[in-house]
């Protein structure tokens, strides 16, 4: 079974550049979720999609940061401007989450820098 | 959200059973513990889950109480590539109109040969 595919591995940007980052989920995966992970910190959820819908986008600075699942497949996270403090990971899961359980299945993230 | 509570760092030696506590003081009734791992330079990775009593797999056991106020990581023998932040978590797998996973801040595990 193929993974949860992410792209780029890694960006370097200028603050106030934008900037896209690409998910391709597990092939029947109904929940798609972003992460944001700074350094030494867990984890922290930007968006979680249930198929083309969101469920919750309560911590999405949505007046720079925006997602689409378009056909429920398929996700782009985007940051436009991006700041310095956006620097992280950011990691793409998704879960089979109607099968009773919440086990994840995390992209290797994408590593960005804002210079 | 139930909120989780876990030490911030631990210290073991090869060979050694680590027991890691976590505190979810307001599980509700159809909340799930669920256990990750991760490395440096990747993903979290599904370790292990459990809704009561014992729950074992072929890389740890989850021990939860009656009372699922709080529940157990234990780690078997622990080697070197055990070394890594291990998060818990508490949700309803089922409630799919909800946040599924959150994490906290974890707890470092560092073991020493």
């Known amino acids: 079974e193929a993974g949860v595919a992410q792209s780029p591995r890694y960006k370097i940007i200028e603050k106030r550049q934008s900037v896209a980052f690409w998910c391709n989920p597990i092939s029947g995966h109904a929940t798609l979720y972003w992460y944001q992970q700074i350094l030494g910190q867990g984890p922290k959820l930007l968006i979680q999609?249930?198929?083309?819908?969101?469920?919750?986008d309560s911590q999405l600075p949505k007046d720079r940061f925006s997602a689409e699942r378009l056909k429920g497949v398929d996700s782009t996270l985007k940051i436009q401007p991006a700041k310095l403090e956006d620097s992280a990971v950011y990691l793409c899961?998704?879960?089979?989450?109607?099968?009773?359980?919440?086990?994840?299945?995390f992209g290797q993230g994408t590593r960005l820098t804002v210079v | 959200l139930a909120k989780t509570t876990q030490p911030i760092s631990m210290d073991s030696y090869e060979g050694q059973e680590v027991n890691i506590t976590c505190s979810h003081n307001?599980?509700?009734?159809?909340?799930?513990i669920t256990w990750y791992q991760q490395f440096p330079s990747q993903g979290p990775r599904f370790i292990i889950q459990?809704?009561?009593t014992k729950v074992t797999n072929e890389v740890a056991s989850l021990f939860i109480p009656a009372d699922r106020k709080s529940s157990t990581l234990s780690l078997p023998r622990v080697s070197l590539s055990d070394t890594a932040v291990y998060y818990c978590l508490v949700g309803d797998p089922m409630d799919t109109g909800r946040r599924a996973l959150t994490f906290g801040s974890g707890t470092r595990l560092q073991v020493q040969p």
């Open positions: 899961a998704s879960s089979h989450r109607n099968a009773g359980n919440t086990e994840a299945f």
């Open positions: 307001n599980i509700a009734t159809n909340d799930y």
């Open positions: 999609f249930q198929n083309n819908g969101v469920v919750d």
């Open positions: 459990g809704y009561k």
